[in-house]
């Protein structure tokens, strides 16, 4: 079974920084390409980054510059630099596996809220 374990948000205000982590298990981490997803009330989740197994980033336009994607195989941790928040970020932060989630068969942790006050 994926688990998947989100930690590090909170409540700052804009202009502010946290850093997300995740740590995976069961799957062969250092294979996989990892993804940060988010999801606000009444939105669509939506893919917010994503690094390959040999370190390779992509970004969604909203958060290109600002935020960034990196992993640690060794830990099978996968983490998210949040810089210069805006209030649009405020969400609930969750990583997860691409090739999983295109399936359409995903479970998805608890995630981690992340809110950014005006």
């Known amino acids: 079974q994926v688990k998947l374990v989100e930690s590090g948000g909170g409540l700052v205000q804009a202009g502010g920084s946290l850093r997300l982590s995740c740590v995976a298990s069961g799957i062969i981490f250092s294979i996989d390409d990892m993804g940060w997803y988010r999801q606000a009330p009444g939105k669509q989740r939506e893919l917010v980054a994503s690094?390959?197994?040999?370190?390779?980033?992509n970004y969604a336009d909203s958060v290109l510059g600002r935020f960034t994607i990196s992993r640690d195989n060794a830990k099978n941790a996968v983490y998210l630099q949040m810089n210069s928040l805006i209030p649009d970020d405020t969400a609930v932060y969750y990583c997860?596996?691409?090739?999983?989630?295109?399936?359409?068969?995903?479970?998805w942790g608890q995630g981690t809220q992340v809110t950014v006050s005006s």
């Open positions: 690094i390959t197994s040999l370190g390779s980033t």
């Open positions: 997860n596996v691409p090739r999983i989630v295109s399936t359409g068969f995903v479970s």
